[in-house]
């Protein structure tokens, strides 16, 4: 499925008009703290990738997949750890405009704190979003608790808080996984668990998933081991397809 890049208009949703325009315009450094011309180029693609999966997902009551990253910690007027313009903020805030949904939940299973997003919400005191973030609760192992006990019962909580919205957000990140450098929390199999929670919960609705962080490499360097949690994710959507 083919897609068009997010506008400037749809940027300016969630985050300040001359911090769009500064970015763009190479006037402020990305994410990256670069002012590389491609990489500002390919930022309305990023948040054009989540919003048109997320208007397939409401079309056709499906989960989709957005291969997309780097969007949770920027927030209404800074960039911060290699995203610019929150895509996840730019999609919920379009679709609610456009009155296209009138809930949407974010269930963010990134390691890292979505800080940006919880900023866009408070700085527009946004309406009609349920955000969850797992970087706000867990920070290393133990937090998760025996076999991710603890961490499980937060999932279930942001789920069952998301059950009657009108479009999911997932964030699947694969930066929790128990070998990650900068997660390190949660076994394969309950990474998968995770997964299968998620999709199982929203079958037959409106869900839009994103892979969000991963930070580990094989012995060659390769982000092979991130790829194999990846794909992990999309054969969990498969079970319940």
């Not at 076994?187 to 997964?195: F, L, Q, V």
Request: hydrophobic share 40%.
């Amino acid at each position: 499925m083919g897609f068009e890049p997010v506008s400037c208009d749809d940027l300016k949703c969630a985050h300040a008009a001359d911090f769009v325009d500064g970015v763009l315009n190479l006037e402020i450094a990305n994410g990256f703290n670069n002012r590389d011309p491609k990489v500002a180029a390919s930022l309305p693609y990023t948040s054009g990738s989540l919003l048109a999966a997320a208007r397939y997902a409401l079309a056709h009551s499906e989960n989709i997949c957005s291969p997309t990253s780097g969007f949770h910690h920027a927030g209404y007027d800074f960039v911060e750890g290699f995203c610019t313009f929150n895509g996840l903020m730019v999609t919920a805030l379009t679709l609610l405009a456009a009155s296209e949904v009138n809930t949407i939940g974010i269930i963010d299973c990134d390691a890292h704190y979505g800080n940006g997003t919880d900023d866009i919400i408070t700085r527009l005191d946004v309406a009609g979003i349920r955000h969850h973030t797992m970087g706000k609760h867990f920070h290393e192992k133990i937090d998760v608790g025996h076999n991710g006990k603890t961490f499980f019962a937060w999932l279930d909580h942001a789920i069952d808080d998301c059950r009657d919205v009108g479009l999911m957000i997932y964030q699947a990140g694969a930066d929790p996984h128990v070998n990650d450098p900068l997660g390190g929390m949660l076994t394969t199999a309950a990474m998968r668990k995770r997964d299968l929670a998620v999709f199982k919960a929203f079958q037959g609705r409106p869900l839009v998933w994103n892979l969000a962080g991963g930070y580990q490499r094989d012995g060659n360097g390769e982000i092979k081991p991130v790829l194999r949690l990846h794909r992990n994710t999309l054969e969990a959507q498969l079970v319940y397809q």
